[in-house]
């Protein structure tokens, strides 16, 4: 028994010092993307780019508890009267309510959140026809959540009002869309998810199928959030569960097939850049190159870390593949806490390099290395909810 106690105890020494590490790796990421400007103009502090940096701070604020990241969340907020972009139906702009509504229940000042309550009630009320999540053609994609974006976006956000208001409404109407856009967007073979309706039908010249690598990030994170809000007796709770098994399965594959553990941007066709013009009448391919894409496989070994640490994943599967992730991730940090290899704005699968960096790269990040400090807090292993492996598992693999 004392030997087991002495080989307890150095295990989580070593735990700790893992902790420190991600700590301060975590301190030079968050210096270096706060000296940052030059998007500034180009996107706006409170649009959906800076909005996921934000959302990420404020996951690490909750993990590790640092004063000096909360400070500049709410200095943000009052920066900006607490209001959110223009277009109140528009998933993207309303991003930052998740920010905002976290930082109510740190103060309880009911200005934070009076913009935003306003904004989602009149989503909830407006006169306007039943859902369309059609892409191409429609007039109000942007009114509805017809990309895959938009599920990180705005259910959390009508999720995160639930939780402060006990009002059912918002997460019915999180829900309720939640189903209806995957419902279309989802590939009920390959358990991943289109962009949007203009992929449907498009393959590449090897005959892949086009799943963007980022895009399943959003949604794959989105799925940890909404199951962090959704009661555990809910009706539709096994839904987002299965739906969350069934993708972290495919992607578990994906990652297999790669030779570092990071995933490509083109998920099922590696190094394939395969996108359309900016007018989206022209589908584009252009040669193969071997290289990661690093705002979803952070997204991805997010969603690992947080399914393993909350009983949804099975550690035996999981443990390997998402520490290999974390690990290669973060060989991608310079000496300044510069995040590369992240594709800039778009849609698709489209070219890139190894200076290439985003805000909302560096909160996907911040996602994942919150959820890795859980990791390493908690050695022992929690039980895998239930579930048929048959039918979670990918069936083609």
Not at 44 to 50: G, K, R, V
Not at 142 to 160: H, I, R, V, Y
Not at 184 to 211: A, N, P, Q, V
């Amino acid at each position: 028994i004392f030997i087991l106690f002495l080989g307890f105890l150095n295990y989580s020494q070593e735990r700790n010092d893992s902790i420190e590490n991600v700590v301060s790796l975590i301190d030079n990421v968050i210096n270096w993307q706060n000296q940052q400007t030059d998007h500034i103009n180009k996107y706006t502090l409170t649009n959906w780019q800076f909005a996921t940096y934000y959302i990420g701070l404020m996951k690490v604020f909750k993990t590790i508890g640092n004063d000096d990241y909360i400070d500049y969340l709410f200095k943000v907020g009052e920066a900006h009267k607490w209001e959110t972009q223009p277009d109140m139906y528009h998933a993207d702009k309303i991003a930052i309510s998740q920010v905002y509504i976290d930082l109510y229940k740190e103060s309880g000042k009911e200005e934070l959140i009076k913009n935003t309550k306003w904004v989602l009630n009149a989503n909830l009320t407006r006169d306007k026809p039943l859902p369309d999540v059609r892409y191409e053609g429609n007039p109000y994609r942007q009114e509805w959540w017809s990309w895959c974006d938009a599920l990180f976006m705005a259910p959390p956000t009508f999720g995160k009002m639930y939780q402060i208001t006990k009002n059912e409404k918002y997460l019915d109407y999180a829900i309720d869309n939640w189903l209806i856009t995957t419902d279309y967007l989802w590939d009920k073979k390959e358990h991943l998810i289109y962009r949007d309706d203009r992929y449907f039908g498009k393959k590449t010249s090897s005959g892949k199928k086009i799943f963007w690598s980022r895009g399943n990030g959003w949604v794959f994170a989105g799925l940890v959030h909404m199951l962090e809000i959704i009661p555990k007796n809910h009706s539709k709770r096994k839904f987002f569960v299965d739906q969350f098994q069934k993708m972290a399965y495919r992607l578990l594959d994906l990652q297999e097939r790669t030779s570092d553990g990071l995933w490509r941007s083109n998920l099922l066709d590696p190094g394939i850049f395969a996108y359309l013009n900016r007018t989206g009448d022209e589908f584009i391919e252009t040669a193969k190159v071997d290289i990661p894409e690093n705002s979803g496989s952070a997204f991805f070994c997010y969603g690992f870390a947080w399914g393993i640490n909350n009983g949804l994943l099975e550690p035996d599967l999981f443990e390997k593949p998402m520490v290999k992730a974390w690990t290669e991730l973060i060989k991608h940090i310079n000496k300044d806490g510069r995040l590369g290899y992240v594709q800039p704005v778009g849609k698709d699968p489209k070219p890139y390099g190894a200076e290439s960096w985003q805000e909302f790269g560096t909160g996907a990040f911040l996602l994942a290395a919150s959820e890795y400090i859980n990791f390493l807090r908690n050695p022992i292993k929690k039980d895998p909810v239930a579930y048929k492996k048959g039918l979670i598992y990918y069936e083609n693999k």
